[in-house]
């Protein structure tokens, strides 16, 4: 029979019983619409189920929300692989439970892994505590001799990529197993290594598209979300063992990467482009081509004189060397150096001759020298500089293509005015991460006016500072604001100057004479979605909100290791309030009764509080439930 004649017969044959069929797998939205023409709908409770990996088709076949499979936890792991190896009734030596469930965990969830591992246990293996421990120990080598079982079959879903899609998803086998990968950090990587492309017409900019990019290959169960922001936006993400064990071996074989987790000769030279160095060995540095585009070095360079001196038991120090200079004046054409390790003495001046450079992480002691403005091409600067007080070049606003700048601690930057007569800027920084008090002036703010998110930190030694009135009104653009003091210092809300556009503000370590004094000049921004407090302290100890003091926009409330004992509130305070978090506030003993009329109110977690404030929340709970509220989640972490 032909596909109609097949078609017809099932249609024919489904006309009189009610029935149930199963559709697996399904790939395409056009296959759907051909397959769903067959089954007829005489309104007799007839059902048709269809599973797919791709979660914009099952919305297409069903507008209703589609049911998410979830990896199985670690006690389903384990109940999983028992019921492959020894059946239903579990009857499995004591000896062995330990490490099995040490087997089923290194499977992180997925059924299909559990299931090939089980089959390898129950026919090849001698059920011995010595033989299920080489097991454990080799879990991803007897994945990959089992390709048509595991490899093929999630690789069917890479296969069904669309081409734009695929260099991203491959990129993330440049990573060690089981590294949280930051997603802003991620897609800046994908617009440094060219891999983001802009539709033609489109109004959108680069980090519009690399965002929609993951979000399709997170819909595709490709990339896993592995922490998420409360409006839903993806904070953190990885990849699942398995799929990366297909990324190194799809990249190996399109010559897409070569990560280096094993020594090669250089006879066996790859003439790849783009490396990520994942163990240490010897005359690594020797083995890459000029041709090299980007290097990830989650391991030392493997220099064979180690001119390492310690200055801590734990930080190793690069000195400046020359086979260190040689190594970087070789790649003319570099476009992403990471390198997470080593700590070199001090910025390795090498690096600023690399012109083609856009994305740059690197580890050091001392300051960022002048010669970075070199770098006009560079995007993405992430600076893990050890140093007490950074004092960034004046030059720096010469990079007009910055986009991204995450310091580790408090950077003074210079007055963009480089002379009398040449006034420069950033007009493309987005985010600012480090940024010390002192440099924020509104000169500074109208230089970068596009900026989006900024992080300030206080100076060390707060001692003769200037406190002055800090006016980021001119920053029209800007999203997200988190100030955070080394110590504790008083700082009155009168002195910011916030734009209206502020949506997430974060304050950490601040104190003050009352929490009135803080906390309600924080009503007066329209558009503040979430505010979060760390570490603060005031004399008094009792939040008193009046019916003046609106919240209302306020979604996410975080309070994290506060001096509060009382607090005191209504609904009508935080009308719009989805989430409530409170960290460590050990002195509060319960939460305002009156939440319990906030009808947009979805969760509330307690890590580490007192009893009594876990008890007004379970009493909040259940009221809401006794007054036909829609559910309110609860988290308690003792």
């Known amino acids: 029979m032909n596909d109609n004649e097949l078609a017809d017969l099932v249609q024919k044959s489904l006309k009189g019983p009610r029935y149930l069929v199963v559709v697996d797998d399904i790939w395409s939205r056009d296959v759907w ?47 999983l692989l028992c019921d492959k190896v020894f059946g239903l009734e579990h009857d499995h030596p004591p000896e ?28 090849t293996v001698p059920k011995t505590l010595k033989s299920w421990k080489y097991v454990a120990q080799t879990l991803s ?6 390709p048509n079982k595991c490899l093929g079959v999630l690789g069917l879903s890479y ?5 734009r899609l695929k260099p991203c998803f491959l990129s993330m086998g440049d990573f060690p197993e089981d590294f949280q990968v930051d997603t802003r950090r991620l897609i800046q990587l994908w617009i440094a290594e060219g891999f983001i492309r802009m539709p033609s017409g489109s109004r959108k900019s680069l980090e519009e598209v690399a965002k ?6 997170i819909s595709r169960n490709l990339i896993m979300a592995r922490k998420k922001r409360y409006n839903g936006e993806v904070k953190v993400c990885g990849i699942h063992d398995v799929l990366r064990e297909f990324c190194l071996i799809e990249a190996e074989m399109t010559e897409f990467m070569h990560v280096m ?9 790859p003439n790849f482009r783009r490396f990520s160095i994942q163990e240490y060995f010897v005359d690594a540095y020797m083995l890459l081509p000029p041709v090299t585009r980007s290097i990830y070095c989650f391991s030392y360079l493997g220099i064979p004189s180690e001119p390492r001196i310690k200055l801590l038991p734990i930080l190793p120090i690069y000195r400046h060397d020359p086979i260190i200079h040689g190594f970087f004046s070789s790649f003319n054409h570099l476009r992403v150096l990471i390198i997470l390790r080593p700590y070199f003495g001090s910025f390795p001046l090498v690096i600023t001759k690399l012109f083609h450079l856009r994305y740059l992480q690197v580890r050091y002691l001392g300051n960022i020298p002048e010669s970075i403005s070199e770098l006009l091409n560079l995007q993405t600067l992430i600076s893990d500089a050890n140093s007490l007080e950074m004092t960034l070049p004046r030059k720096i606003w010469m990079m007009k293509n910055l986009r991204y700048i995450r310091l580790r601690d408090a950077s003074y930057l210079p007055s963009p005015r480089i002379d009398k007569n040449l006034v420069t800027g950033m007009p493309n920084l987005e985010e600012f991460f480090g940024l010390c008090y002192s440099s924020c002036t ?22 003769n500072v200037p406190w002055h009135l800090l006016d980021m009104s001119s920053s029209r653009k800007l999203e997200a604001f988190k100030l955070s003091w080394r110590q504790r210092f008083a700082w009155p809300m009168k002195r910011f100057g916030f734009p209206t556009s502020l949506r997430k503000l974060t304050l950490a370590s601040c104190s003050a004479k009352k929490w009135e004094e803080t906390l309600s000049p924080l009503t007066k921004l329209p558009n503040r979605e979430e505010l979060k407090l760390k570490r603060c302290r005031a004399e008094d100890d009792v939040w008193r909100l009046t019916d003046k003091d609106l919240f209302r926009s306020l979604k996410l409330l975080l309070l994290s290791e506060l001096n509060l004992k009382g607090w005191e509130a209504s609904s009508d305070n935080f009308p719009n309030l989805k989430r409530l978090v409170l ?3 050990k002195d509060l003993q319960v939460i305002p009764t009156d939440f319990v009329e906030i009808c947009t109110l979805e969760s509330i977690e307690l890590h580490d509080c007192t009893t009594t404030a876990e008890d007004s929340v379970r009493n909040i709970k259940q009221e809401r439930e006794d007054m036909g509220y829609n559910i309110l989640k609860v988290y308690l972490h003792p």
């Open 33 to 79: 619409d051909i397959i769903s023409q067959i089954f007829p709908n005489r309104n007799n409770g007839s059902r048709v189920l269809l599973t797919t990996r791709e979660t914009d088709v099952a919305i297409y076949a069903n507008t209703s929300s589609p049911h998410k499979m979830n990896l199985l936890d670690l006690d389903n792991s384990w109940k």
């Open 96 to 123: 062995l439970e330990e490490i099995g469930k040490q087997i089923a965990e290194k499977c992180q969830g997925l059924p299909l892994i559990i299931s090939v591992i089980a089959g390898h246990l129950s026919k």
């Open 141 to 146: 080598e007897i994945i990959a001799s089992h």
């Open 159 to 163: 296969h069904h990529l669309p081409n």
């Open 212 to 217: 929609n990019y993951l979000e399709d290959l």
């Open 261 to 269: 987790i094993t020594p090669f000769s250089p006879a066996q030279r």
């Open 442 to 463: 509104n000169e500074v703010f109208s230089s970068i006016p596009n900026l989006k998110r900024l992080t300030i930190h206080a100076p060390l030694r707060v001692d």
């Open 583 to 585: 960290k460590e506030c």
